[in-house]
């Protein structure tokens, strides 16, 4: 098997849609970081970036190994997981305990 | 090009050095997780996969687009923001104004 010529136009294709999707994905993203909700670790590039490599990777794992996996199923919980972990923190109980300490003077 | 029988070895041999890799991550993760330094959003096997899909994928971009990427200052902030994003919270200010507060009395 080599990686001849005549596959070129592919991966350029492949790197076309690869790029397209990011950009989809960075949207969106950018869209939750303007209402505040994308934690600060990762800018909406990087963290298109990751979720296209994740999914492309899941892709890739349960082409090479057909019939072994569920692609839905594993990647589902890979997804969500990521998406929760880039998620900036919802409002701290902390926080609102400490608004309500001050508010009543205790 | 085509994907023939005498590309298996290969694909079992980078398989079973994917997994290997794998592991490792998830034994340092379970190690952090365990000193409650993982946010619960991804189990460690779970962080694991993604730390190598996000790895993995990062080295097959490069390896496709010879020359226009470097590979280490394009993963480094990839790998730094999502080891950020997939750890539990600093200890927070506003938990430590509450009982600041509470212990003031005011």
Not at 42 to 65: K, Q
Request: proline share 7%; charged share 20%.
């Amino acid at each position: 098997c080599e990686y001849s010529e005549d596959m070129l136009p592919v991966v350029t294709r492949q790197r076309e849609a690869d790029l397209a999707l990011q950009k989809l994905f960075e949207s969106v993203i950018a869209l939750a970081a303007n209402r505040g909700r994308l934690a600060p670790a990762l800018s909406p590039e990087l963290a298109a970036r990751a979720l296209l490599l994740l999914v492309n990777g899941s892709v890739l794992d349960w082409l090479r190994a057909p019939g072994e996996l569920e692609l839905t199923a594993r990647t589902m919980p890979l997804v969500a997981g990521f998406l929760e972990s880039i998620s900036a923190p919802k409002a701290q109980p902390a926080a609102d305990q400490a608004r309500l300490a001050l508010f009543l003077g205790v």
